[in-house]
């Protein structure tokens, strides 16, 4: 391949973090997933910055969050505006993942990092392929991309990055080879022998279990646990391999023999439905098999007819025991399948099943090794746990006085705004006979702050109203229940003036003053003069193209709170707040207290306008973390004629000290060890780079490889650039402007050719523009190797020492060519470039009208010329000079770019194929 190919790991390198890799392939540099995991780790993502201004182009090869997880970020507040490839199913279900993702996080934080209208931005711009469908990338690079299918979960894709007339490059990561129920394996029968393989050690050293004994052992141990009336969950992930999980136990929940249709079948998560419902729609990106049933029978395995769909915890404990729950997430780091874990572990009845290995140290990964043997004898794990809940008591009514103080605030502000407006508009606002627009403005303000004014005043009295009594004020009476009934008459309520509504307001009337000094004479005689008024505005009924405008605030019911039981066991307004008003309102209603009733709704009805400044929120909630430790015992159990089964037994710390069985069962989708090798030795790359593995898997198929593998074998580590370039003598330079305008190119087929004679500079340009003459390019190779990093960008402080002086070598060094002089050019005959066949030549010289022949080998044209190939494959013309002979072989010219010498000139032979 006479190509610069380079790789740079940004993550994912000899762990199993998340995947993202710079590929460059020349001038074009594509980032190869953009994967992100729960430790939203930034200097990664700073790191993937940098070189947003570079990429050309983002290939993404699954949908979940290990492979594309950063993209919403990315996207959104890093600037990458490049073009982004993906399968339709990647694309949608890419959505779900994070979604469900999100979700979870906010469920139990304030997450802020990207938003549900940031991932929607995001993914509305991937541009969505078919399985073998070719795609060139925008510019003259002449790189085509094509997906192939991948297995492991639906429209995962490899992908094949290949130039015109060279070798390919194959990126093919967490790919499975075995057919499933819903999915056909990966096939390599396309790929032979490319230039550069790409792939991953995960399972390098890992050996997984048949199929039909794995599906055994799921169902085991699911019925055990049924049978002994517990619940079983099942951790899988949002939009992948729950699909094959959930077709399977919905195939075995419809088999009468095999005794689980007594039990519930839950799908748990934030988007099931419509997971669900993309499954539905994707058939033609699914197995043979269930296409084919599809086709005959219009049967699609994913009408579920057991499995119930839930979307939140309240839904799942709404189903009756014992139940078998598919949740998410799978790291067990936030979602349903943490929350459901810490709920249901203090049963020994209850069985956990994580059916995928994730992070190294998320609490999925590290129940597998506890559950696996990995950790003998007994041992204790500390979790931080996250919750949301909502504001009571104290906290609520404080928040509430907050938002009312901000609402207050906001409605003066307003309203001094539009007040100022409508002085000046003066005249021309009486002059008209219409309400203007300003004046309603000012009404709606003037009433809200004097609706907010009065609930303020009443939700003051009807605390009070809840403590003891020691006197009646002035101008209140005592109803029935020893409860003071206002009676203070109507009178005008002052407009609060300073920020704290508990100070005394000064004394601003809510009458509406037109300041008749400030209005200008207008020529036409007025009839009408307006005089100060109280307050009120006649309101209109608006119209659109559909009829009368509905507002649907006023169809919509107060939803009652339940009541607060104060600390003494008794509801109260002071402590309950507003609830403790609905309490009182409904012990006054059964006790049919008229006095008390009356008192009630009133103080109700005051307190309200509290409730309708958050109506359009959601309820105040607040995030709280602590730090449980939960010990972890095991114990070896002996299975007949099978090898000691290790069992995970976790006690919770509190007084019942119980128990609940964690297993492990692989239902992750991916080709093992074994397969791998095979599959290298199948294809045989010339050169391999190894990622996303720990470094001993990575190491052991690096070790393998070199019995298949003939070229280089890279193993990079984080943040470092591995050169795949095979041809030694390939150096990227620089021309100069005098040079470049000199330049007159000549097309051949998708290639442009001109001939260079020109001279080498060196400048550097940290010491100062500094210029030397080179004879020779191979005099200076180790500054010519120093450009092995990606153009722009500082020095990262947080890169490896080497990986700084490489780039720091880089930014100094830079090779340019200028023009030489007009003497020193040195003469050279005439290059003709092409190499068209005989039998081409004979149809263009038969379409011109000149008749040609073969005879042993040699074309005869018009018995004037003929043409022939000599021993050194060049073409030979020979004829008897005439005006016919000059004319065929001006046709035969033009077959060819024709590099003459120009003294006139500098050219160079650039972008070449």
Known sequence: MTSIVKLEALSGAKDDGPLCYLLQVDDVYLLLDCGWDENFDLLYIEAVKKRVPYISAVLLSYADTSHAGALPYLVTKCGLTCPIYATGPTCKMGVMYAYDWLQSHKAVEDFSLFTFDDVDASFERVQQLKYNQTVSLKGDSGLQIVPLPAGHIIGGAIWRISKAGDDEIVYAVDYNHKKERHLNGCLFDAIQRPHLLITDAFNAQYKQPGRKQRDEQLVTKMLR??????????????????????????????????????????????????????????????SDKVMRSFEQGRFNPFQFDHVQLCHSHAEVDRIRSPKVVLCSDISMECGFSRDLFLEWCSDTKNTIILTGRSGERTLGSKLIRMAQGQQRGKSSLVLEIKRRIRLEGAELEEHRARRLHEHQEEARKKMEANRRRSGLAGAKADASDSESDDDDVIASAVAAVQKATDAVTAAAAAAGAAAPIASTPRGSSTGGGGVPIPTTPLEAKPFPAHESHSSTAVSAYDIIQKWEHTQKASFFKQNKKSFPMFGYVEEKVKWDDYGEVIRPEDYMMDAVAPPVVASNGQSGVANGGLNGVSAMLAEAKIKADPDLAAEAAAAAGAADSVDSLLAEEEWPTKCLKYITKLEFMKRVIMMKNSSPHFACTLITLTDDRVMCRVEFIDFEGRSDGESIKKILSQIRPKQLIIVHGDKAATQH????????????????????????????????????????????????????????????????????????????????????????????????????????????????????????????????????????????????????????????????????????????GRFHVEGCASEKYFQIRDLIYKQFAILEYNSAQNVVLSDMD
């Not at 619940?231 to 077709?247: F, K, P, Q, Y």
């Not at 021309?735 to 080498?760: H, T």
């Not at 523009?769 to 450009?787: K, N, V, Y």
């Not at 092409?834 to 011109?848: C, F, G, I, T």
């Open 225 to 286: 646990t049924l049978q002994k009336g517990g619940d079983c969950l099942v951790v899988i992930d949002t939009a992948g391999r729950v699909l094959e999980i959930a077709h399977l136990l919905d195939q075995l929940w419809s088999n009468k023999d095999a005794g689980l249709g007594a039990y519930n079948l839950v799908m748990l998560s934030h988007v099931a439905s419509s997971v669900v419902r993309f499954a539905k729609s994707q058939i033609e990106w699914m």
């Open 701 to 872: 198929l690096a070790d393998f490889a070199k019995t298949v593998v003939q070229g280089s074998i890279f193993t990079p580590k984080l943040g470092e650039i591995v050169d795949a370039t095979v041809e030694s003598r390939i150096f990227q330079v620089a021309l100069s402007d005098a040079l470049l305008s000199s330049l007159s190119f000549q097309k051949v087929k998708d290639a442009e050719l001109v001939w260079l004679d020109a001279k080498l500079l060196k400048r550097v340009a940290e010491d100062g523009t500094r210029d030397e003459e080179e004879d020779e390019p191979e005099e200076e190779p180790e500054e010519m190797e120093a450009d092995e990093q990606s153009p722009g960008g500082p020095v990262d402080e947080m890169a490896p020492p080497a990986h700084k002086r490489m780039r720091s070598k880089r930014a100094a060094d830079r090779f340019l060519l200028d023009a030489l002089e007009m003497g020193a050019i040195p003469p050279h005959q005439a290059v003709f470039v092409n190499e068209p066949k005989l039998s081409d030549m004979r149809q263009m010289l038969q379409a011109a009208g000149h008749p040609a022949e073969f005879s042993a080998g040699v074309l005869h044209i018009s018995g004037v010329a003929s043409i022939k190939r000599n021993d050194a």
